[in-house]
């Protein structure tokens, strides 16, 4: 299975942007890339998804990097309820759809 | 729309003491996953079920147990517990054949086993 590099944590500052980055450089061309988040003692809960072209939903946007060996996650204004963990995680189009979690990046927002 | 349900949510028990826990999901997914969490790492996959009478094993299955007799409910049973199975126990689900949908987690059953 594919796997995913993040760093471990990020700071940011209420109200200004947040840029998560993930590296996937053994991604297939049929892996979807899938971020979850999980907020202080609850399970994890999906925020956006991506396969090759930018995204962006209500919770926030997914750049893609054009060689898909890389992407960002991006919350346009960080709030205190953004502080969780992120995982960038790479879910096959075949098979069981497994998602195999990382450690992911853990966001401290500043108030 | 309750999404997927885990009872119970907390539980202490005693090394050799058994154990089911239930997950339930209304929103008729085919794929349904146990997975656990131990302190300050992601989560890991025990089992498995992409349909009603199916299981498979995940990445750590031992010692564990799971069944699939209706489409909606998915229960991991501990035969007999060990304190290394002291973690947080998620439950998830997920549509068939939209690949690319998202999963929709419980909130967790927090085991420790003494």
């Known amino acids: 299975d594919a796997k995913t590099t993040q760093p471990n944590s990020m700071e940011s500052n209420e109200e200004e942007p947040v840029h998560l980055p993930c590296n996937h450089s053994?991604?297939?061309?049929?892996?979807?890339i899938h971020w979850y988040r999980q907020l202080p003692s609850q399970g994890p809960e999906y925020v956006i998804h991506?396969?090759?072209s930018n995204v962006n939903n209500r919770m926030a946007s997914l750049a893609i990097a054009e060689d898909r060996k890389s992407s960002t996650l991006i919350l346009h204004r960080a709030t205190l309820r953004d502080a969780a963990v992120y995982y960038c995680?790479?879910?096959?189009?075949?098979?069981?759809?497994?998602?195999?979690f990382g450690t992911g990046t853990r966001l401290t927002v500043i108030p | 729309n309750a999404g997927v349900t885990q009872t119970p949510k907390f539980r202490v028990l005693k090394t050799g003491q058994s154990m089911t826990l239930l997950c339930a999901q209304d929103?008729?997914?085919?794929?349904m996953y146990w997975y656990r969490q131990d302190p300050g790492m992601g989560l890991r996959l025990i089992h498995y079920?992409?349909?009603?009478?199916?299981?498979a094993k995940g990445e750590v299955p031992d010692g564990y147990n799971v069944s699939r007799l209706k489409k909606q409910n998915f229960l991991l049973g501990l035969e007999s517990a060990a304190p290394s199975q002291t973690s947080v126990y998620f439950c998830?689900?997920?549509?068939?054949?939209?690949?690319?949908?998202?999963?929709?987690f419980g909130s967790g059953t927090r085991l420790t086993v003494v």
């Open positions: 053994t991604i297939s061309g049929t892996d979807y």
């Open positions: 929103m008729n997914h085919e794929y």
């Open positions: 079920s992409v349909g009603e009478g199916t299981t």
């Open positions: 995680i790479l879910r096959p189009q075949t098979g069981a759809n497994n998602l195999f």
């Open positions: 991506g396969l090759t």
């Open positions: 998830a689900s997920t549509e068939i054949g939209v690949r690319s949908y998202g999963y929709t």
